[in-house]
């Protein structure tokens, strides 16, 4: 199958967002180079069944692995509409480390809770595959009065809600070979209340999976993502960073059970 016109499109115009907000703002924010390492798996509990598990987690580094940016974890349950779409819901817990200048000087802890809805739409027999997930996080983000502090404990738990929008498409363009290209827009609903900037982050994403088998349920993914904050929660206020970040990841759909 060759690659559609319109794929074509996509990746020339997220391309030339890249280079131009990189041209733009680069000189103006904090800037570094990443890599995270990780796994996405969304596990039904049985073939076809209505119920199933998510697992997600990544170690994020900073000038690649040289030095830890933090880690991330998330667990949840996720119920399979007839359709094909989803609902899910869980928690998730992040460990962040200060990696730069604009990093707050401390480890900190941030809790969530998620509740999120996927949208998807599967075109030529499967093998395009557009997405939309729409994802709202209350988070609990451990902070302290003092900055210099030594001591391992929070003087209170800043809490924010944000609400998280990613589009997503996938071409198999080889029976195992696919192309993949994502924007996630993150958005803090709470931003009012503590005079901050509404827009927290934007994320691009282009890359590419292969699946390790034939049913295409188990894929390695690697890719390039511009990962760009403003006044983010883990961010001196007014402060803002941009990280050219190298993913990789295994992801899969695979099934507890098999229909008998």
């Known amino acids: 199958m060759k690659v559609t016109k319109s794929c074509k499109n996509i990746f020339l115009t997220l391309l030339l967002i890249v280079v131009s907000n990189k041209k733009v703002i680069a000189q103006k924010m904090a800037s570094n180079v990443a890599a995270w390492v990780g796994f996405e798996m969304y596990l039904p509990f049985e073939e076809e069944g209505r119920w199933g598990l998510l697992l997600e987690g990544y170690s994020k580094g900073n000038d690649l692995v040289s030095e830890l940016q933090g ?15 989803r609902l899910g819901a869980g928690v998730a817990y992040q460990w962040d480390l200060p990696y730069d200048e604009v990093s707050l000087p401390y480890n900190n802890p941030d809790y969530r809770v998620y509740e ?128 050219h970040t190298i993913r990789l990841t295994l992801t899969t759909d695979l099934p507890f059970k098999r229909k008998e």
């Open 71 to 85: 880690s991330f974890y998330r667990i949840g349950a996720n119920y399979y509409l007839k359709n094909g779409n």
């Open 116 to 243: 999120q809805f996927i949208w998807k739409i599967a075109k030529r027999e499967g093998n395009e595959v557009w997405t939309q997930r729409f994802r709202v996080e209350q988070r609990w983000l451990g902070r302290k009065d003092n900055p210099e502090s030594t001591s391992d404990s929070f003087d209170y738990y800043k809490f924010e809600n944000t609400f998280r929008y990613q589009f997503r498409y996938q071409l198999w363009f080889k029976p195992r070979w696919a192309a993949v290209v994502y924007d996630e827009i993150h958005i803090r609903t709470t931003a009012a209340k503590d005079n901050e900037n509404y827009l927290d982050q934007n994320r691009i994403y282009l890359g590419g999976a292969y699946s390790l088998d034939k049913k295409r349920e188990i894929r390695m993914e690697l890719g390039y993502m511009n990962q760009i904050f403003w006044k983010t929660p883990n961010t001196v206020s007014g402060l803002s960073r941009m990280n």
